[in-house]
């Protein structure tokens, strides 16, 4: 499995993000209350959050280096991002919406590449809906979709299903996991959800106050301890 190394100092305002872990692939789970620092670790990895200091690489790929004034453009990493506003293009149906994000090599090529993506998040019934005419849940489903149409190397997702209600939450989290196993990608996704981490990790990476706290299986790291003191804010 592909290791994941990330070690971050970042400033933002009152707020200093000093974070550094490694993790073998799988679905990495970022955990901890809100304001900890998830969005901008995640930030960071994706290239958007450029660090004061640090290094990110996956596998034997440099992202950024300080030390080496490596820095990676977003482009270049061959990312998939999903957030927590799928803002997909309104004006666009869903295989269009899928196809933007195809590369047009062939026209033949883009047609195999949508029809696998339709089938892989079972979107085939749905493919000349707008967003206006989707659910909730629909969407996200195109959204997953056209993250991973470039195939990407590793797919990072910010919240995606928060704005679901839980039925729905649930059914794209199974959906999710079965797309990582069958894909063998590698997922970095925040929540501050403990069922979220507690269903889907392979790895949980606690943050809080802008630093590490534990990393680990979600058993581990999550074990239930009484409401008091940190553990307060988080959402059990
Ligand atoms: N550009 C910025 N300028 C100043 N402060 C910032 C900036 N971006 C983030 N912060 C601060 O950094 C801290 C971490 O923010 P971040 O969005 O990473 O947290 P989070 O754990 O993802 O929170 P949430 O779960 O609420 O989304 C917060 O206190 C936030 O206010």
């Known amino acids: 499995m592909v290791k994941l190394a990330v070690a971050v100092h970042k400033r933002l305002g009152d707020f200093q993000l000093a974070v550094d872990f490694a993790v073998e692939g799988g679905l990495i789970v970022l955990f901890g209350p809100s304001g900890c620092g998830k969005s901008s670790t995640l930030a960071a990895i994706a290239g958007l959050l450029q660090p004061d200091r640090g290094r990110i690489a996956l596998g034997e790929?440099?992202?950024?280096?300080?030390?080496?004034?490596?820095?990676?453009?977003?482009?270049?990493?061959?990312?998939?991002?999903?957030?927590?506003?799928?803002a997909l293009f309104p004006h666009l149906n869903v295989e269009r919406n899928i196809c933007f994000a195809i590369d047009r090599e062939s026209r033949d090529f883009q047609r195999e590449r949508l029809r696998e993506l339709l089938t892989l998040l079972r979107l085939e019934n749905l493919a000349h809906r707008y967003p206006a005419e989707l659910s909730g849940g629909q969407q996200q489903r195109?959204?997953?979709?056209?993250?991973?149409?470039p195939h990407p190397r590793l797919?990072?997702?910010?919240e995606p299903f928060s704005a679901l209600d839980s039925e729905l939450r649930e059914e794209l989290r199974d959906e999710l996991k079965r797309l990582q196993i069958?894909?063998?990608l590698p997922v970095v996704m925040v929540t501050h959800t403990r069922s979220e981490a507690l269903q889907l990790a392979d790895t949980v990476v606690r943050l809080?106050?802008?630093?590490?706290?534990?990393?680990?299986?979600?058993?581990a790291v999550l074990?239930?301890?009484?409401?008091t003191g940190n553990n307060a804010r988080f959402s059990w």
């Open 142 to 149: 195109v959204a997953l979709a056209r993250a991973l149409a």
């Open 223 to 227: 074990s239930p301890t009484p409401r």
């Open 155 to 158: 797919l990072l997702l910010d």
């Open 208 to 219: 809080d106050l802008g630093q590490v706290m534990a990393v680990g299986s979600a058993a």
């Open 182 to 184: 069958e894909l063998a």
């Open 61 to 86: 790929e440099v992202f950024c280096d300080s030390e080496r004034n490596i820095h990676i453009a977003p482009q270049r990493r061959r990312l998939g991002f999903v957030f927590q506003n799928y």
